[in-house]
């Protein structure tokens, strides 16, 4: 490799007749780049740093998400008293046929609904997990592999 800045990736082209230096391949480049960045650490204070962000931030993250879990089991629960309560109009003869099924289609329409928020708020905890071992694995990865070699990051974590 013939560049002046180890951060950057131009190699050497041999226009120089004197050059001595090989080619070299980038998934080997890759591995030697590697094998030097797992020997970088990331400073305890930035670490405890970081990690007491992720604690704070799980903790509002944590707190809005209950809300939202209460708020939308609330209009579920909500519904399913409603188709309850249809089934026992019906089965009373309170209701004729007509009414119970269009009454009928329109709870089962708003239960698939208000499911699909909570299915929508059970993936919000998923993300977060993501999220959250993302920060885990950042501090073991290098301040040069983050900025430089992405694609790396991506593989390591």
Not at 6 to 14: D, M, V, Y
Not at 28 to 57: D, H, M, Y
Not at 77 to 90: E, P, Q
Not at 112 to 124: H, I, N, P, Q
């Amino acid at each position: 490799m013939g560049t002046k800045n180890p951060l950057n990736s131009r190699f050497c082209g041999k226009t120089t007749p004197t050059c001595s230096q090989g080619s070299i391949n980038e998934s080997e480049l890759e591995s030697q780049l590697k094998a030097e960045l797992v020997k970088l650490e990331i400073s305890p204070n930035f670490r405890n740093w970081a990690l007491g962000v992720l604690k704070r931030q799980n903790a509002t993250e944590s707190a809005d998400r209950e809300n939202v879990m209460r708020s939308q089991r609330k209009e579920y629960d909500s519904i399913l008293a409603k188709i309850d309560n249809l089934i026992d109009m019906r089965a009373g003869n309170e209701i004729n046929e007509e009414e119970y099924r269009r009454k009928k289609a329109v709870l089962t329409a708003e239960k698939s609904r208000v499911y699909a928020l909570l299915e929508g708020t059970d993936k919000r905890v998923d993300n977060w997990l993501e999220v959250s071992e993302r920060g885990f694995n950042y501090q073991r990865i290098s301040t040069y592999e983050r900025k430089y070699l992405p694609h790396l990051v991506r593989t390591t974590s």
